[in-house]
């Protein structure tokens, strides 16, 4: 079963930490081996902010993720996030 999505916006990598154009979901494509992807809530703690996670993305794999539009995303150059539609699925 193929992926299905509509981007909203271009791909962008996830060497330098990105809200990829303030997406609440995301498609990653890794291009080479297995690669971490850290997703952070940028908002003071306070404001309920302050928490990070990460995820594996496989070895020329792809996923889709959601998120806050203030979330960043951090990985690897070779790591590439494109904004989608949500439910495009």
Do not use: H, W
Not at 58 to 66: D, F, T
């Amino acid at each position: 079963m193929s992926l299905v999505v509509k981007p909203l916006a271009n791909s962008v990598a996830t060497g330098v930490a990105t809200n990829v154009y303030n997406a609440t979901v995301v498609y990653l494509a890794n291009d080479t081996t297995a690669r971490l992807v850290s997703v952070a809530n940028t908002r003071s703690i306070e404001n309920g902010g302050g928490v990070s996670s990460s995820i594996r993305v496989p070895a020329n794999g792809q996923l889709v993720i959601k998120k806050r539009p203030t979330d960043t995303v951090t990985g690897a150059a070779t790591c590439f996030a494109t904004k989608i539609a949500d439910g495009a699925q």
